[in-house]
Every structure is written in structure tokens, then in C-alpha cells.
């Protein structure tokens, strides 16, 4: 999934997992706050990856 409206676009580690995608961990992990009220999540990792159109 690709917006061009987000800072950061996520997928799930679990998907990463299967797609065996290297995963860099990040140092602090970092607070996502979501739309949902009182909704929060962790990013604990991040990946590099480059599109070709």
C-alpha cells in the first residue's frame, strides 16, 4: 500500500516475515497514535525498499 499523503507508509511484521523482507530495529521504538480514540501503537522496526513504476 502507497499513499502519497503519509509520512511513513506500514505493513505488517508479519507480512514482512512471509515476504522475508530485511527488517532494520530501530534503536527507540516509536509511538504511533491512531484515528481511533485512546488507539496507539509501537513501530519496532523499519525497512528500505525502492519502487520501480
Request: net charge positive; aromatic share 2%.
Amino acid at each position: 500500500m502507497s499513499d502519497s499523503g503519509l509520512l511513513r507508509n506500514f505493513i505488517l511484521t508479519t507480512l514482512a516475515d512471509q515476504l522475508k523482507i530485511k527488517k532494520i530495529v530501530l534503536g527507540k521504538p516509536v509511538i504511533l497514535h491512531l484515528a481511533i480514540q485512546d488507539s496507539r501503537s509501537c513501530i519496532n522496526s523499519e525497512t528500505k525498499a525502492t519502487l520501480i513504476v
